[in-house]
């Protein structure tokens, strides 16, 4: 979690940076936190501290008055931040007042969660478990991979190309992992850190640099999860495959007409008709608004053959979470 944030305008970051910093609830019982973590204090970077009185975080029904308070703020109040919380301590509403004091006019963003519970417990049979691990996309589809791996029937293997860092993998792993499988997952990645990668992790609170072998902490992120992974270092373009059967295929790498074909001729012949499930994360790529429009044709070129070839692949999820993704069952061979 987030607890300093620098800036430093004048070169390096030193001990003389200033920065603001986050503090929150860590009350424990039995060895879990009882208030979710949730905000406690801002100190900004004059060094002001803005506590709770301050700020508004709304304590459940049964807390104390002075936390319940969703009155005119008291003390610092420039610009007031209001947080309302569930019973589970889980945030439900977020105010922020660029006015003065929060008041019943203030806009708000709302949180809602699923309820779904069976014996007292809240049913997670088709959520993913947490994963904290910078994505390119495969982090915003965590339940819907997650209950993917889970529900796969055992037919055949997963693999996945463009692995990076594990966000995508993690919770098919996860998903096999609850469902009792040993069903193996190939995972094809260069895992050397290019200059944009590092941009996206340091985006994403993790430091990498350029030129780093990515495999290492690759494996920390996944092979914790499910140990049944095999690693595959190298270009994609170069990847070779033994014929075993594929039950689910994700690919999140092969935007060039060159690297998608390559990819279908050594990875199509082993899917199975009816059953083999293809993510290709980056189908609608092409549709960014940043790419030229020479990059366009060239990154359209998944969406192409799925239309040249509509007989042999039906869809069934598409832009999971706002990605490129879409997401077919396998019908029968082109080739």
């Not at 790529?285 to 990059?295: N, W």
Request: charged share 25%; hydrophobic share 35%; glycine share 10%.
């Amino acid at each position: 979690m987030l607890t300093k944030e620098y800036q430093e305008h004048n070169g390096a970051k030193d001990a003389n940076t200033w920065y603001v910093g986050y503090n929150y609830d860590e009350s424990a019982s039995g060895g879990e936190f009882t208030k979710g973590l949730r905000p406690t204090s801002i100190r900004y970077a004059d060094g002001r501290l803005v506590e709770d009185k301050d700020m508004h975080f709304c304590a459940p029904a049964g807390a104390d008055h002075h936390r319940r308070s969703r009155g005119r703020g008291r003390g610092n109040v420039l610009n007031e931040i209001v947080r309302e919380y569930n019973d589970l301590a889980m945030l439900v509403k977020e105010f922020q007042e660029h006015g003065g004091a929060k008041d019943a006019n203030t806009p708000y963003v709302g949180y809602n969660y699923d309820e779904s519970a069976a014996g007292g417990e809240f049913d997670r049979s088709e959520m993913s478990p947490c994963f904290p691990i910078p994505s390119m996309g495969g982090g915003q589809m965590a339940d819907f991979l997650y209950a993917t791996g889970k529900a796969l029937r055992g037919v055949g293997c997963v693999v996945e190309c463009g692995s990076w860092l594990g966000a995508s993998v993690a919770p098919v792993a996860a998903g096999l992992r609850d469902a009792g499988s040993t069903a193996a997952i190939h995972c094809y990645d260069r895992w050397r850190a290019t200059k944009e990668e590092v941009r996206k992790a340091a985006a994403q609170g993790v430091e990498l640099f350029e030129g780093q072998d990515l495999l290492p902490l690759f494996k920390e992120n996944v092979l914790a999860i499910y140990p049944h992974v095999v690693c595959h270092q190298g270009w994609t373009r170069e990847a070779t495959w033994r014929d075993d059967p594929i039950e689910l295929y994700i690919d999140d790498c092969n935007k060039d007409p060159e690297d998608f074909h390559h990819a279908l001729a050594t990875f199509g012949p082993a899917w199975i008709p009816g059953q083999t499930i293809v993510v290709l994360m980056d189908y609608e790529f092409y549709r960014k608004p940043h790419l030229s429009a020479e990059q366009r044709e060239r990154y359209a070129c998944q969406r192409r053959f799925i239309e040249e070839h509509a007989d042999c692949f039906e869809q069934i999820a598409a832009n999971i979470g706002g990605t490129s993704a879409v997401v077919f069952r396998y019908r029968k061979s082109w080739i």
